[in-house]
Structures are given as structure tokens and as C-alpha cells.
């Protein structure tokens, strides 16, 4: 069965921490890792990673996908309030020719002022 | 300008009905999807479609059905028959076979079982 997890599921940190979020995957013709950030409604596109070690930067946010681990991780430095969501980590795949996300439980990211 | 739009944004339903939500893109994309999130929760897939008139179903299909009769239109009835379906709902977008491309979503229903 095909399987996408985060961790942690909640995080609390000060504003101008630094954090890591994790994504850990196991898909069926796995194509490319996606993460997400959702604040009150829908998701909204951050990074989208197909290739193994290659860094994705936007601004304070950075992400990397690891194919021999089967895993990503998202960083967000000097962390602000508004970086307070959730966000998902999803794993496209192909079945049966048709392109589907499988998305992980998402983290719930709080930054306290 | 392009985008897709779901519709209600609220919606309460009584134990026993049916009621439909839309979703409407003009992104010209022909592959659409129906999710569904609880709290806590990621997002699971209820139904997709590749191409009009052809649709398969999800990891939750059951309770619930739908239609693609046009391109730019992919309505979900949550039916009687789903015995828990107090939610939000995604509809989201994507152009068939683009392996480079992401999926758009729509803004959401919140669905709420009186």
C-alpha cells in the first residue's frame, strides 16, 4: 500500500527559530515528492523535487529529496508568524496510467511571536 | 483569470440527504480530482478523472459519486449512504501526462452533517 509520513505532527517553536520538517515515502512508480503549505483553506504550492540531492531554495525556505532514503525534508529559517500552517508533503506517482498524490498527514507548524 | 472555483464555501446537510458540490476549472486541464481532509489529517483521494466521461475511483470512494460530463466540471454528491462525512473537500486540477506540472486546488467545501 502506498504510503507517505510526516513527522513530527506538531511543532511550536519562537519566532527566528529554524526547523526541519520530514517526509518519509513509499509509492508504487514514484515520479516526484511535492510540498504544500495550507493555512486556512487550500494548499498552496511550494516545491516540487524529482531529482536525488538537489536543493530547491525559495527565500527562507529550502527543500531536498533523498531517492535512497525515500525521503525529503523542508527547512524554514528565522521562522515568522507568518509561516503559522500546515504543511503536507505529497509523493506523485503513476498507476495505472493515471497520476496521483498520495499525501502525508501534515505538520502543524506554530511560530510564537 | 484562470483558476478553479469550488461552490458552497459552507454547506450543512441533513442525516439522510444527498447534496452535491461543485467544481468548475478553466485551466484548461484535463485531469480533476476530489479529496477529502480531516482534522489532523492529510489529505485522501475519493475520485479522480483523466479524461471527460471517464472517472476511477479513489482511496474512499464508497458514499459518495460523480460525474464528468465536461471538461471544466467535476461535481461530487456525498450520498446518504456515507455514514461520516463531515468535512473539508479539495477539488483540484492538473494537465494529464505533465510529470513536471503540480495539481491546483480549489478554495473548498466545508461540509457539516447536522
Known amino acids: 500500500e502506498d504510503k507517505v509520513v510526516q513527522s513530527p505532527l506538531s511543532l511550536v517553536v519562537h519566532e527566528g527559530d529554524t526547523v526541519t520538517l520530514n517526509c518519509s515515502y513509499e509509492v508504487t512508480n514514484f515520479r516526484s515528492l511535492l510540498w504544500y503549505k495550507q493555512e486556512k483553506k487550500a494548499p498552496t504550492f511550494l516545491f516540487m523535487l524529482t531529482s536525488s540531492g538537489i536543493e530547491k531554495k525559495s527565500g527562507r525556505l529550502s527543500s531536498i529529496l533523498d531517492k535512497k532514503e525515500l525521503s525529503s525534508i523542508l527547512n524554514i529559517t528565522a521562522t515568522q508568524t507568518g509561516d503559522s500552517a500546515i504543511y503536507l508533503c505529497?509523493?506523485?506517482?503513476?498507476?495505472?496510467?493515471?497520476?496521483?498524490?498520495?499525501f502525508g498527514q501534515g505538520t502543524r507548524l506554530t511560530i510564537n511571536p | 483569470d484562470g483558476g478553479i472555483t469550488q461552490s458552497p464555501k459552507y454547506l450543512f446537510r441533513k442525516e439522510g440527504q444527498n447534496v452535491t458540490l461543485s467544481c468548475e476549472q478553466n485551466?484548461?486541464?484535463?485531469?480533476m480530482y476530489w479529496y477529502r481532509q480531516d482534522p489532523g489529517q492529510g489529505l485522501r483521494l475519493i475520485y479522480y478523472?483523466?479524461?471527460?466521461?471517464?472517472?476511477q475511483k479513489g482511496d474512499i470512494a464508497e458514499g459518495y459519486s460523480v460525474s464528468r460530463e465536461k471538461k471544466e466540471s467535476f461535481p461530487l454528491t456525498v450520498t446518504s449512504a456515507q455514514k461520516n462525512p463531515t468535512a473539508f473537500y479539495l477539488c483540484?486540477?492538473?494537465?494529464?501526462?505533465?510529470?513536471?506540472?503540480?495539481?491546483?486546488f480549489g478554495p473548498g467545501t466545508r461540509l457539516t452533517v447536522l
Open positions: 483540484a486540477s492538473r494537465r494529464a501526462g505533465a510529470s513536471t506540472d503540480t495539481q491546483y
Open positions: 485551466l484548461n486541464h484535463d485531469a
Open positions: 478523472s483523466q479524461i471527460v466521461n471517464d472517472f
Open positions: 505529497a509523493a506523485d506517482s503513476l498507476i495505472q496510467g493515471a497520476q496521483k498524490l498520495v
